[in-house]
């Protein structure tokens, strides 16, 4: 399998539009006639809208339209049905200028439309809503003390073994682990732009992570046909995670661009960023870990709460790396999510895992050091060889080369095990490590590959890309598969007038997407091998018939491979049939892997120097091994995992959303009050990957890697300041304050 | 934000006069802090008077100082020789500020003027007697992480978040102000003001004048530092800020200025501390017997408690890493 | 006078005006603006702007309110400049005027008056990339590409400035530009590569 896939890095595809500023992002496209849209939004929490005065907004000059729940048109999709009557709030939803609710502070209440930016957001600000409130609650201990937690299938207890078992392990720890709210902050803030050509056909061009999933919200909430309703994508400036909903802001511009008809931006504003388009939900995690006195574990018990909407009901799988990480007879873990009166959460980059891994990991190294026993040393006696969650086997596990690579780079065995035994100067020394696991897996997805007479390739299908290089590596897999320059090969994406492709995002677009394009070239060598079968350049005094088993295909020909000198170009077999394309089309089916568990894996190690004195804390050093399986492209698969280890400094450094609980309202919604990384932050970050391909998931042998970077990372620094200072902080972020 | 009118005056007096005939105007010079202001609807000013054109931008050396110009660009003054070699604590306080595009652009007027970014005085909704007086104070019992510890009142607790001023007041800078009136000279620590209860004027600067410029006497300080404690490596606002000026010499403390950023609604100086610490020996004991003098009067707000204890600590290390 | 203001001098609306009060009034009607209900007249609401962009002279009328970044942007079609806060706080925006980094956020317009300005698509010369633009592909300096123009302006700058001597040196001078991606090393590669290979070129 992994002869087929040579590894060459070729740079990114898209590298050039990039780096000249021609690469169009959502808010970026112009049309003759261009309106604004700004949202105005509310300031309680929760309550009625008594009444609300646009007078002052639609008298200001250039305003066009003001529209807000008194005025919005009946949609189609506003209307709900006797079933959807019935159902508890966090089951409902919430749909922009559907009612006058105020279901959390900053809510959209109208938008205007103005002529320039600066007339709508100025008209905006005139807005003026009259509110009964009501009393709120954004506070997630005071919901946990007073609240009652969301019921239904998602929170059932999972007990494998005996409950609770940890308890009477000889050697255990208790702990709890918390992390605040954090937020995807892409720096592309989402915008869009809406194109109406009359009342029942639109084209968008919209930050979205899933084409189809866009489209048939659209169709849904506005009664369209689907070939009526044209999202477009060329570009995504970050999402991970923010850009899978068809957000209020979205369907705001619609309904906007339908009324006024003509062509609509709007862009949202870094404040709404925080509330608008979802965040990581605040969690407080209790584990529980026992184990033998040789470090065998006998009881894992992981208690999670977390939080979210009151009219939506998010659930991730935060208990779930708990179940199948380690080896462990007794397992059992709860779940626990309370509605609060904030905007909805969403998945963010490794949703669930990474928040789970915090506490996970960090208890693992608790108990490592309650053992006497070299946290990795711990690991690897409790290593799982299959799923005991699922009872099977894995697709394919390299998380022990993981271990071993990456001790090896960061030079564990050299570290006193001792806390606050090693120093630099001024600077205490740690080094912690951490592990994430990732499910992988492959959806459904269509590619076409069309060859041209001119010898190049266009590839077609209907992803996004947000940044991981979808389009680099679909090109460096069509090149390696079908022997052409990567020079040659064109892919198209971002339209749903292509064939429909897979989301972006959830780590399963290369394994999806790699599928279909993978058979398509596939597919393509066998017919362009069955078109020249009979031609008489290959024929020898034994070979009368060639197949496509008798052929190389390298640099844009075919060749026999007992004899390189006979060979023919695809271009020229593409002529000479007098064809004007070679089309194939082909899908990815999906694999439900009935019998195998797939999961991706890192290993992270992390060096960290504490200042004795400040608390002021640096990451010196990081290493993240993975095992992604088959690596496509190393250069944007390195890439990545380096951005998830950034986002992991972030996380376990600076990042917190914070509410003022007294006004439901945010308090730090802004790039100087909300850190995240800067450049000056991040040490080198070294990569190591397995590479070896998963023989069962997918043919090209992905898995994947743009969660698992961040999982276990953020366990990985608190590990190492533990090591550094001898405090366990059990609180992220680990701010200095926390250390003096 | 809203519409408003554009004037680009080419003198100080024109600047002047074109502000007394428009009270709800404005100066704008870097225009970093205050259109960022604008744009949140935190200050409407109808009038703009551009000041970039005046001349005010140049350093200047006299025999008992060195002056610069209000309109002078933070980033060239910290890269200045007569600045680098006379106060290398102003560079250094420089460097630690905001990033090179804002140092760029932020005038050393503009710097002073700055307004406090505490988050109710940015959030229209909410209540802040700095921006609204009588609406009381968000932070005082609300989100107060960076808040102060000196000096505050019940009225307002929000820090001043410049480096430049840190350092300056530790220099003993002069503000140059020229108004209606005429010219008139401010000494750099008594430019800012504490909240008490009119927390809406963050200085003693007049309506109407305009800062023409700093004067920063020669010193003989010959063991400087600048220390920085914020929630990420660059690019932040000060937790704490220590700027540090000595005066050593055979291993005893002729003069020291020590000021301090972060804690209080205007620079802070350490007046017990550097009492304390002139003709002492340099000796880690003094410097905390001087850090823990410094801390007369601190009070804190919840989130900022844990000031109280990396004060302490960072005036200590400041001074350690000044003598270093 | 410093040498902006002389520049001014061909503007008509500069003529009527110095002699006077030496205050350089935008136009007369401009005056009663702020006065007056905004609504009143469109004609009072824009003023005269000349500037350079990527070589290219504009002379537009812009409402005061107008920063650069939205006038490049919105107005001039500019949009590889990019808008990723709009407070100052990520760096997405910056572009150089006179040669010098700054974040156009925060800048209105008119206060560009006679300057020159150059975005992401004045760095490179035809189908040649700027070296930084080639350095940023090569060291894969970016992954989404948004904030990627705002670093590519700052790297140039960072070496211009005399601030690239060490990896150290340049993380510190690059930090004024977030990249949520988290492609910084590699945006410190492409840096260090070009202040290797020598570049005066901005």
């Not at chain 1, 280890?645 to 003022?660: A, F, P, T, W």
Request: charged letters at 20%; glycine letters at 8%; proline letters at 4%.
């Amino acid at each position: 399998m992994d002869k087929i896939i040579e590894q060459t890095d070729i740079d990114r595809v898209d590298g050039i539009q990039k780096v000249t500023g021609t690469a169009k992002y959502s808010a970026e496209y112009d049309f003759p006639g261009m309106v604004y849209g700004v949202l105005a939004t509310s300031n309680i929490t929760k309550g009625i809208i008594n009444a609300i005065d646009t007078k002052a907004a639609e008298n200001a000059p250039g305003v066009l339209a003001v529209i807000t729940h008194l005025n919005c048109p009946e949609l189609p999709g506003y209307k709900s049905t006797p079933e959807q009557d019935k159902l508890v709030p966090t089951k409902k939803g919430y749909k922009v200028f559907a009612d006058n609710i105020i279901r959390f502070n900053g809510q959209p209440i109208a938008i205007v439309v103005a002529d320039t930016f600066e007339r709508a957001t100025h008209a905006a600000s005139l807005i003026k809503a009259n509110y009964t409130k009501e009393k709120h609650n954004t506070d997630f201990d005071e919901a946990i003390k007073s609240g009652t937690p969301l019921e239904g299938n998602n929170f059932k207890e999972y007990v494998r073994g005996e409950a609770n078992a940890w308890i009477n392990a000889p050697v255990k720890i208790e702990a709890e682990y918390t992390m605040p709210i954090e937020v995807h902050l892409p720096m592309e803030i989402h915008g869009i732009t809406v194109v109406w050509d009359g009342e029942d056909k639109v084209t968008l061009y919209e930050k979205t992570q899933s084409l189809s999933g866009t489209q048939r919200n659209i169709v849904r909430t506005f009664g369209l046909k689907e070939e009526n309703v044209r999202i477009i994508t060329q570009f995504i400036g970050g999402a991970f995670g923010s850009a899978f909903n068809t957000w209020p802001h979205s369907m705001a511009a619609l309904i906007a661009g339908r009324k006024v008809g003509k062509p609509i931006k709007l862009m949202l504003t870094r404040n709404q960023m925080f509330n608008l388009v979802g965040y990581r939900p605040e969690a407080k995690q209790k584990l529980g870990l026992g184990a033998s006195a040789d470090g065998k574990l006998m009881g894992i018990t992981h208690e999670a709460i977390a939080m979210t909407a009151s009219y939506n009901e998010f659930t991730e799988g935060i208990v779930n790396g708990s179940r199948s990480l380690y080896e462990c007879p007794n397992v059992n873990t709860t779940y626990k999510v309370f509605p609060l009166d904030l905007s909805q959460p969403t998945w963010m980059r490794g949703p669930g895992e990474t928040t789970g891994a915090f506490a996970l990991e960090s208890a693992m190294d608790e108990l490592a050091y309650a053992l006497k026993m070299d946290p990795i040393e711990f690991r690897l006696k409790n290593y799982a060889e299959t799923d005991l969650e699922r009872k099977k086997p894995y697709s394919s596990k390299y998380l022990k080369e993981c271990y071993e690579l990456g001790a090896e780079k960061i030079n564990w065995k050299e570290r006193n095990p001792e806390p606050r035994s090693m120093k630099e100067g001024d600077w205490l020394i740690g080094y912690g490590t951490g592990s994430g696991i990732f499910s992988a897996w492959r959806g459904a997805a269509k590619a076409v590959a069309k060859l041209l007479p001119d010898g190049t390739m266009i590839l077609q299908s209907g992803v996004t890309d947000m940044g991981p290089g979808t389009a680099t590596a679909m090109t460096n897999l069509a090149a390696e598969t079908m022997g052409l320059s990567h020079t040659k090969i064109s892919f198209e994406m971002g339209d749903t007038n292509l064939p429909p492709g897979p989301m972006q995002g959830g780590s399963g677009t290369t394994s999806t997407l790699g599928t279909a394009v993978f058979a398509a070239c596939e597919n393509m060598k066998k017919k362009l091998a069955a078109m020249i079968k009979d031609n008489a350049v290959f024929h020898t005094e034994i070979v009368h018939e060639v197949k496509v088993e008798d052929l190389v295909f390298e640099n844009g020909y075919m060749m026999l491979k007992t004899d390189k000198t006979k060979k023919i170009s695809y271009a020229e077999v593409i002529k000479s049939a007098g064809l004007s394309e070679l089309e194939i089309s082909e899908d990815s089916k999906g694999n439900p892997m009935l019998n195998h568990s797939a999961f991706s894996y890192a290993v992270h190690f992390v060096k960290v120097k504490v200042h004795s004195k400040t608390g002021v804390i640096k990451i010196d050093r990081a290493v993240s091994a993975v095992d992604a399986g088959k690596i496509i492209n190393n250069k944007t698969a390195e890439s990545q995992i380096i951005g998830a280890v950034v986002g992991g400094i972030g996380m376990s450094l600076m990042e917190e959303g914070v509410i003022d609980h007294r006004y439901g309202r945010w308090v730090n919604n802004n790039f100087a009050d909300y850190h995240v990384a800067v450049n000056a932050d991040v040490p080198n970050i070294e990569v190591l990957f397995v590479d070896k391909p998963d023989p069962v998931l997918n043919p090209i042998g992905a898995k994947g890697m743009g969660e698992v970077g961040i999982v276990g990372f953020a366990a990985a620094v608190t590990n190492a300041i533990f090591h550094a200072t001898g405090k366990r902080i059990r609180e992220i972020p680990v701010t200095a304050d926390k250390l003096i | 934000m809203i519409n408003f009118e554009y004037i680009r005056a080419s003198s100080v007096k024109a600047a002047v006069d074109a502000l007394a005939k428009n009270p709800t105007g404005g100066f704008i010079a870097g225009g970093t802090n205050l259109i960022d202001l604008m744009k949140r609807g935190v200050t409407v000013p109808t009038r703009l008077i551009d000041i970039n054109n005046l001349p005010l931008k140049e350093i200047e050396e006299s025999k008992t100082g060195i002056s610069i110009g209000a309109l002078a660009i933070n980033s060239e003054v910290a890269e200045n020789e007569l600045i680098k070699n006379n106060f290398p604590l102003l560079s250094m306080a420089f460097a630690a500020g905001a990033s090179p595009q804002l140092r760029n652009m932020a005038t050393v007027g503009g710097n002073m003027m700055q307004r406090t970014r505490c988050t109710y005085f940015y959030d229209t909704t909410m209540p802040c007697n700095k921006r609204q007086p009588g609406t009381g104070c968000g932070a005082l019992n609300g989100y107060n992480r960076m808040h102060a510890i000196f000096g505050t009142s019940e009225k307002c607790i929000a820090v001043h978040p410049s480096d430049m001023c840190v350092a300056l007041a530790a220099l003993n800078a002069t503000v140059e102000v020229s108004g209606i009136k005429g010219e008139r000279k401010i000494l750099f620590t008594d430019f800012h003001r504490l909240p008490g209860e009119t927390p809406d004027k963050d200085n003693t600067l007049q309506k109407g004048e305009i800062i023409t410029g700093v004067t920063i006497p020669f010193n003989s300080f010959n063991k400087n530092y600048y220390l920085k404690i914020r929630d990420r490596a660059s690019y932040a606002f000060a937790l704490i800020s220590v700027a540090v000026a000595l005066e050593i010499k055979d291993g005893i403390i002729k003069k020291a200025s020590l000021a301090m950023g972060g804690v209080a609604h205007k620079p802070w100086r350490l007046t017990d501390a550097e009492k304390y610490l002139i003709g002492r020996p340099v000796d880690p004991g003094h410097f905390q017997k001087a850090a823990y003098l410094a801390m007369k009067g601190a009070k804190g707000y919840g989130q900022n408690n844990f000031k109280l204890k990396m004060v302490p600590i960072a005036i200590n290390e400041a001074l350690t890493k000044a003598i270093a | 006078m410093d040498k902006n203001l002389k520049k001014e001098g061909r503007r008509d609306f500069l003529k009527k005006s110095t002699a006077l009060a030496a205050l350089t009034i935008a136009t007369p009607a401009i005056i009663k603006a702020g006065e007056n209900d905004e609504r009143i007249a469109a004609l009072f609401e824009k003023i005269p702007l000349n500037l350079e962009v990527n070589g290219v002279v504009h002379s537009l009328s812009v409402e005061p309110r107008v920063t650069l970044l939205d006038l490049l942007r919105e107005q001039l079609h500019l949009t590889g400049t990019k808008k990723g806060c709009d407070y100052g706080q990520c760096g997405a925006c910056t572009v150089h005027v006179d040669g010098k980094r700054i974040n156009s956020c925060l800048t209105l317009a008119v206060m560009n008056e006679g300057k020159k300005i150059t975005t992401i698509e004045g760095l490179a010369d035809g189908d040649n990339l700027h070296p930084m633009q080639n350095a940023f592909i090569k060291q894969d300096g970016f992954q989404c590409g948004y904030c990627t123009p705002g670093q590519i302006m700052s790297g140039i700058a960072c070496i211009n400035e005399g601030h690239a001597n060490s990896r150290e040196e340049v993380q510190e001078y690059m930090s004024g530009n977030i990249c949520r991606c988290g492609a910084y090393p590699n945006i410190v590669d492409a840096v260090m590569q070009v202040k290797k290979e020598g570049s005066n070129h901005d």
